[in-house]
């Protein structure tokens, strides 16, 4: 097994047979010492941060996996917080792509002047730019055809996908009376035929949800969903 | 005939007919007493600035008009700087329209990472709301039929009619060896059936021109466009 990346919350080590091994590691990514998950910067490192990731994300993946729905999971070890995934190539530099089911965030930031704080969106979907020296700007359909990034036809099968594993995620969280908000996904091409499949994790820190109007820190969601 | 709006750079009025007059004036957008058409402030005024842009927009109008392309133009008097135009309605609170056939400006400083300064464009479209408070913040497709501001039909028609008129434009700049780097339009819609028109002007301040590699200001533009 060989180390072959170090990212700012997991490292990556490939394996003998081609697939990929994930470390989650327990730092996390914030600013001032304050967890953050939007943030570009590791802050701080939360004891058993990496093992509630990798528990969450190992329960969605095994849902959607059983649901046939294209990811890069194949299993998770728990006590040392690693996750075996199928080698996968990203949308040029990578891309973000979001679910919206209320307007918060930067969804609001932009779009203020049409829709109010919290209103209710149908799965909206936008795709950002991994880009940190340009702040993650937003992209179009024509734009990610136009600059190679993503064909029509594949985001077509993309937006699609990212409404489906939204809601499916969706409606686990309301088997806790927890509301989804928001979820930002990363999608990239795995085998032969460079099928689209979900990539990355599914944890706290990739969504936006609310507990009783109260919002629930990435933490302490990975623990309610967690709970028997 | 009654004052209805005092614009940065025209001023409305409502005409006995129901159509609108409006009044060019010669104060142009700017900061600190430097003219940028792109500044949501009037920055100072230049004489005849008026009257220049509305030649222009009276070129431009009269060539579009003719080839039965919708716009809300009637005719102008060049010497009162005064536009006769059709009633029209905005989309939302006002979009502006982008049409880029060279990657500068915004386009590059958000797809700078995937694109070079200068690279050819195929009459890219982009769509912006015109929202200052907000820095005219892109929007997509999806985004705009959501939030009811425009159908993806309608989206469809602008799209075709900005290509279509962003390259009658380049063409006629062509004949000065002008090339067109981006313009923006904005558009409304007009008559009992709501037709997609386009409305306002279309002067030096819309568009990023170069002649011989070199940026072309908007008086000195209209001045090479209007030379026999």
């Known amino acids: 097994m060989k180390h072959i990346y170090t990212g700012k919350t997991k490292d990556v080590y490939a394996l003998a047979d081609g697939n990929y091994l994930l470390k989650f590691k327990d730092d996390v990514t914030g600013e001032d010492g304050k967890f953050d998950p939007g943030a570009n910067t590791v802050g701080l490192t939360i004891e058993g941060a990496g093992r509630a990731g990798l528990k969450v994300t190992k329960f969605f993946f095994e849902i959607l996996n059983a649901r046939d729905i294209p990811t890069h999971y194949i299993d998770a070890n728990i006590e040392d917080a690693t996750m075996t995934v199928k080698p996968a190539t990203a949308f040029g530099k990578g891309l973000e792509v979001i679910c919206r089911y209320r307007a918060v965030g930067s969804f609001l930031r932009r779009y203020g002047m049409y829709a109010e704080e919290g209103q209710q969106l149908d799965a909206f979907v936008e795709v950002t730019l991994k880009d940190d020296l340009r702040q993650d700007p937003p992209i179009s359909e024509d734009a990610l055809d136009m600059l190679g990034i993503l064909s029509k036809e594949e985001y077509k099968i993309l937006k699609a996908l990212t409404q489906k594993i939204g809601t499916i995620i969706k409606e686990e969280l309301e088997k806790k009376d927890i509301e989804l908000y928001d979820i930002k996904f990363e999608f990239g091409r795995i085998g032969a035929d460079g099928q689209i499949a ?31």
């Open 198 to 228: 979900l990539i990355d994790e599914i944890s706290g820190g990739n969504m936006r949800a609310y507990k009783n109007g109260q919002y629930i820190e990435p933490l302490e969601l990975e623990k309610l969903m967690l709970e028997a």
